[in-house]
Nanobody, 122 residues
Framework: QVQLVESGGGLVQAGGSLRLSCAASGRTISNYAMGWFRQAPGKEREIVAAISWRGDSTYYADSVKGRFTISRDNAKNTVYLQMNSLKPEDTAVYYC???????????????WGQGTQVTVSS
């Protein structure tokens, strides 16, 4: 089992930055692909970014490309999401997830955190 805990969310003005962290415990995540997803009120959960287990491949949703950066530190068992130039439409609960397959499909991820709220004011 892998337990995931997100942190770093909060309230920020448009144009600002936040750095989300996802700390894993119970098992090393070095063998897992990791993803960040988000869900806004009344909307379906969507992929934000994903990173392969070695960190040599990354994927970004078009809506965040060029603004967000996913990274991982396997030695610290932690994954990060650096979010710059935030927009009100980025407001959502952000979840990190771990799975055996590098993918943008949420159903391919086995372990999920509880989420952290990101609110971007205009």
């Amino acid at each position: 089992q892998v337990q995931l805990v997100e942190s770093g969310g909060g309230l920020v003005q448009a144009g600002g930055s936040l750095r989300l962290s996802c700390a894993a415990s119970g098992r090393t995540i070095s063998n897992y692909a990791m993803g960040w997803f988000r869900q806004a009120p009344g909307k379906e959960r969507e992929i934000v970014a994903a990173i392969s287990w070695r960190g040599d491949s990354t994927y970004y949703a078009d809506s965040v490309k060029g603004r967000f950066t996913i990274s991982r530190d396997n030695a610290k068992n932690t994954v990060y999401l650096q979010m710059n130039s935030l927009k009100p439409e980025d407001t959502a609960v952000y979840y990190c997830a771990a799975g055996p397959t590098y993918s943008g499909r949420s159903r391919l991820y086995d372990y999920w955190g509880q989420g952290t709220q990101v609110t971007v004011s205009s």
